[in-house]
């Protein structure tokens, strides 16, 4: 008996002078994580446990500079597209029918545009060309009839005359986009969850593994792969991709961001965007579109948070407490950033300050809040055109905030709007609606 509480002494000594910090010699001397020790000046950690805010601030502040238009040709690469030329006082003017979508709700359409024309796909799989005035250039199916009875969803890229598909079965493939006659195919080994990102003769694009991958644009043969961390929960919304000249950053269904090089697909940083206590949580995550701008990266997500990283480094320039999963949209020092419970945040760009914050529900009745959520949301040069789940759009004016009018455009939920040459277009599950 006393040979066992000796026994038992010395072991809580022991104990009690080990220490579970990194910093302890105990456990640093010879056991340094490998890993780790590869890319620790290439990683930051960032802990975040504030509140989001959620009400309204300097809400009588007007706005009198008009808002500058983003004529840059490669708005498309760094998603920093910014106010556009709208037209105002809009109306139906055609729809582009197909057939139902199934589990519209749960995805988020991307339309692409060819000058007046544009391209989709109907349940099927089939991919429609359309004039301007409606009417169907070219309708291709590519999937066998069992493929079909899945419904594949399927998301585009265009660069010239080519067409990148990829879609819900791990197929991805190339299109001629003056014939829609099929250039090659490839079969990925897991599906595509990210938008697509051309650059010149390759393309890039992150799979459900939350590995990206660089591809030929010629003939979609692997050019370079980087793993991630493997996740197993698929993420809620389409991760996002932008590059430079020399780096491509994209992030992950973690929240995690992160800079490569764009030629072979090595890590030049890492910056996690949530705790390691928050890890079980990730599933929850939803990120805004990656928004590149003079040489920093603007996002945000629905886990209380708006960043801004320095995209040489990875290091966080200032962090706002806004919960939202919609692109920030930019003019010159102003970031325009809409939160998942309706208020407007106008952001000082080069140091995170609060500009204004507007209440855009506050005339509609808390029944009426419940039953409505945002898909999305664009920036004209005087307001702003902020969709509905309920068929609706709401126009904000953008020098006070106030809403200012509302469009009613179909029953059922709709897609975040888009803008092609003055004119907005609207994706609900069996139409495309052109508002002119």
Partial sequence: MIKKIILALLIFSFISNCSFDTKSGIW??????????LIKDKVQVLFQKDKAISKEFNKNFLINTPLTINKKKNSLITNNIGPQVIKDNFNV????????????????????FDKEN?????????????????????????YSKKEKKLLPILNFSLNNDVLIVTD??????????KSGEILWTKIHTSVVISEIKIDKDKFYVVDSENDINCFSLIDGKKIWTFKTDYDLIKSQKKLSIVYDD??????????????????????????????????????????????LDQGNLFFSNNNNTFFSLDSNTGFINWIQNINSEFKPIISENIIFSISSDGYLFLINKKNGNIIRVTDIFTNFSPKKIKKMSISGFVVGLNKIYLSLSNGKILEINISNGKPTNILKISRGKISSPFINSGKMFIVKNNAIIKLN
């Fill in 246 to 291: 020399s780096k491509v950053y994209f992030n992950n269904s973690k929240g995690d961001i992160y800079a490569l090089d764009k030629i072979n697909g090595n890590l030049v940083w890492l910056t996690p965007t949530r705790t390691g206590t928050e890890s079980l949580k990730s599933f929850l995550i939803k990120s805004s579109k990656l928004v």
């Fill in 168 to 177: 819900n079965l791990a197929k991805f493939y190339a299109l001629n986009l």
């Fill in 118 to 142: 544009l391209i989709f796909f109907d349940k099927k799989g089939s991919i429609i060309k359309f004039n301007d005035t409606s009417k169907i250039i070219w309708k291709k199916n590519y």
């Fill in 93 to 112: 003017k055609s729809k582009y029918n197909f057939s139902k979508i199934k589990y519209f709700e749960n995805f988020n359409p991307e339309l692409v």
């Fill in 28 to 37: 640093t001397n010879n056991e340094k994580i490998e890993k780790n020790s």
